[in-house]
């Protein structure tokens, strides 16, 4: 029987890879040919990244006893997602796409939460990982998607889904932070997704994708300049 949290979870990754494509070729030819690697070749780049960051944990370097820390590959992809949403790329994109599927795009964060909640109730995942223990990430999909209308109508309304949603996310990365095996855990039951093949991606697709939109999403909504209020 196929299972279904792993083909929904593929879905999503595919989605995440996919948009970013998608945004990436709406740059303006000349702006993209005169960019860096990622603007010139999208689709090379991110089907690389799948395969790059998919090696360790093939190779079994994350497992319990390898040696890669899971806590170092989640602080590398932490970094390049900010680096690649202040590069060259990630500005082009926030002054190409349009303001609301930036927001909207976040609404991913909803069927994810859904695949995780069943990896829960199928001991794939701790029971922290869902909104039944501390993760309510399920929330950022759903304000995202409601958003959507609104920031369409008003684009400075835009940022109260991107920071809500940052908040979400900073309490995601926190969570499992405290999951992961070594010193800062504080949860009784360790995330071993890292470990496992395709779930590694949660972190670098999933987790990437979600902080690289909301960090352009940012310079889309800095560049408005426009007061809520006004």
């Known amino acids: 029987m196929p299972d279904i949290y792993l083909i929904g979870f593929l879905a999503v990754v595919a989605f995440i890879v996919i948009a970013a494509v998608v945004?990436?070729?709406?740059?303006?030819?000349?702006?993209?040919?005169?960019?860096?690697?990622?603007?010139r070749h999208p689709r090379a780049v991110?089907?690389?990244w799948l395969l790059v960051s998919a090696v360790p944990t093939l190779a079994g370097l994350m497992a319990p006893d390898g040696p890669i820390p899971?806590?170092?590959?989640?602080?590398?992809?932490?970094?390049?997602?900010?680096?690649?949403?202040?590069?060259?790329?990630?500005?082009?994109?926030?002054?190409?796409?349009?303001?609301?599927?930036?927001?909207?795009?976040?609404?991913?964060?909803?069927?994810?939460e859904l695949v995780l909640h069943g990896w829960v109730a199928q001991g794939v995942a701790p029971p922290q990982m869902t909104w039944t223990g501390a993760n309510v990430d399920i929330?950022?999909?759903?304000?995202?998607?409601?958003?959507?209308?609104l920031v369409k109508w008003r684009p400075a309304t835009g940022w109260i889904p991107t920071l809500l949603g940052m908040v979400l996310l900073?309490?995601?990365?926190?969570?499992?932070?405290?999951?992961?095996?070594?010193?800062?855990?504080?949860?009784?039951?360790?995330?071993?997704?890292?470990?496992q093949f395709p779930h590694v991606w949660i972190a670098t697709v999933c987790v990437a994708g979600a902080l690289v939109g909301h960090l352009i999403a940012?310079?889309?909504?800095?560049?408005l300049r426009e007061p809520i209020a006004a």
Do not use: C, H
Not at 25 to 39: F, T, Y
Not at 175 to 194: C, E, H, N, W, Y
């Open 139 to 149: 929330l950022a999909g759903v304000i995202a998607l409601v958003a959507i209308p």
């Open 70 to 112: 899971p806590q170092l590959m989640m602080a590398l992809v932490m970094g390049l997602s900010v680096w690649v949403a202040m590069s060259a790329s990630g500005k082009a994109i926030s002054r190409t796409a349009p303001l609301y599927l930036l927001i909207g795009f976040q609404g991913f964060r909803l069927p994810l």
């Open 46 to 48: 991110l089907t690389g």
């Open 218 to 223: 940012l310079r889309a909504l800095w560049s």
């Open 23 to 39: 945004a990436i070729e709406a740059v303006p030819a000349q702006e993209r040919a005169a960019g860096g690697v990622l603007l």
């Open 170 to 195: 900073a309490n995601v990365v926190s969570v499992v932070a405290r999951s992961l095996p070594g010193p800062l855990q504080s949860f009784p039951d360790p995330i071993t997704l890292p470990n």
